[in-house]
């Protein structure tokens, strides 16, 4: 008698051409790119942001914790991720063994408890940073902070569930991994899948709407309104992610049984981590503005050097701690020979003030509203 853990797990369908056994693809290799991606264009930005945040406004908040939290929690999504691959997502079915399928789909699980708590933080922190800076205060605007406030509470609600329906969605846990027991005490995973993405659309466009009125209101060019918009449109792409992944889940479980599951799992998993990325960059690239104005000039300093076969003296002058644009010797003159413009030295000489900006109920107000803000100054940055 033949042990079924060595059979494919799933017959050949006509037409097809089985390879079995083998839990190697070239789609596999995408999965790569997109890990990298995922991981360090956000980590990058996270670290820019922490450094920020410690050294130069020198103030840590919650959102920064929330975002620190969730990129962590992201790295173990990540190597389940990398735990599926290995076993064989992204190989069709039927050239896949079945210890290796049951596996893969053991790490698949392990993942899908994990997407909630890590989507959580992110779309927490971009919130809170929409309530520091738009609603302050809850009379300030009221409909921004009540919407705010309420797609958190109701975010933390529904994840909580949908982790929890997901945890016990078989009984015995084991028969939504291992297809040789019965799954007739199953609940459909594919529908709450689908429900969870089109509930991710509807929040991912509320939070890109969220803003666009206030910043409109801002007294700045027209051009950097536009330029601040766009910024949080990466939004659009969770939502066009989200969509991917509910075309995946529904052409691989409309009902209970899984129709090659470990081919499609491999889109919609890749898809699952572009979109928390998505998230994680939007958050982080509200303070790098700030951190351009204030390193900005040092950092071109350094790269110009980089790719100069010859630099002049004036530059390591310029670098040196008795001469910088914070003595009052320095000239006009050798500031421009330098790269520096006058509102370069009128910031380098409130360097220890912290970078605010002006809003108003228009969309300009004193900064003594906003001692906490992450990124006014990101307003005239963008």
Avoid at 58 to 67: A, P
Avoid at 68 to 92: D, I, N, P, S, Y
Avoid at 180 to 186: A, E, G, N, V, Y
Avoid at 323 to 341: E, H, I, Q
């Amino acid at each position: 008698m033949t042990d079924p853990l060595q059979e494919p797990a799933l017959d050949t369908p006509p037409g097809a051409i089985s390879q079995f056994p083998t839990i190697h693809s070239d789609e596999q290799k995408w999965f790569y790119v997109c890990a990298v991606l995922s991981s360090v264009v956000p980590g990058i930005l996270l670290i820019l942001r922490m450094y920020t945040k410690i050294w130069i406004v020198r103030k840590v908040d919650l959102t920064d914790y929330l975002i620190v939290t969730a990129f962590l929690m992201f790295m173990v999504f990540l190597a389940c991720a990398r735990k599926c691959f290995a076993e064989g997502a992204g190989v069709h079915q039927w050239n896949l063994p079945m210890h290796n399928f049951i596996s893969m789909y053991y790490w698949f699980y392990i993942a899908q408890i994990l997407y909630a708590p890590t989507l959580f933080p992110v779309k927490t922190a971009l919130l809170l940073q929409y309530i520091r800076l738009f609603a302050p205060t809850r009379s300030f605007n009221r409909f921004l902070w009540y919407t705010a406030t309420s797609t958190i509470a109701i975010t933390a609600i529904y994840y909580t569930i949908s982790t929890f329906v997901t945890t016990f969605l078989c009984s015995p846990r084991e028969a939504y991994w291992n297809p040789l027991l019965s799954q007739d005490k199953c609940l459909n995973n594919g529908l709450l899948v689908i429900i969870t993405r089109i509930y991710n659309i509807i929040s991912d466009i509320i939070i890109l709407l969220l803003p666009v009125r206030a910043v409109w209101k801002l007294r700045i060019p027209i051009k950097r309104k536009a330029g601040i918009v766009l910024l949080f449109a990466i939004g659009m792409l969770a939502c066009i992610a989200n969509a991917m992944i509910i075309y995946y889940v529904a052409i691989t479980s409309i009902g209970v049984e899984k129709v090659d599951a470990s081919y499609n799992i491999a889109a919609a998993g890749m898809w699952a981590l572009a979109e928390i990325s998505f998230g994680m960059i939007v958050t982080c690239t509200f303070s790098l503005p700030k951190f351009i104005e204030a390193e900005g000039t040092r950092i071109r300093g350094i790269l110009s050097s980089l790719t100069r076969p010859y630099v002049s003296p004036t530059f390591f002058v310029f670098f040196s701690k008795k001469d910088t644009v914070d003595s009052p010797d320095l000239t006009l003159d050798r500031v421009s020979a330098s790269g520096y413009s006058e509102s370069n030295i009128a910031f380098a000489g409130n360097h220890d003030q912290t970078i605010e900006g002006d809003l108003s109920e228009e969309g300009v107000q004193s900064s003594a509203k906003y001692p906490s803000v992450d990124i006014p100054n990101s307003l005239n940055g963008v």
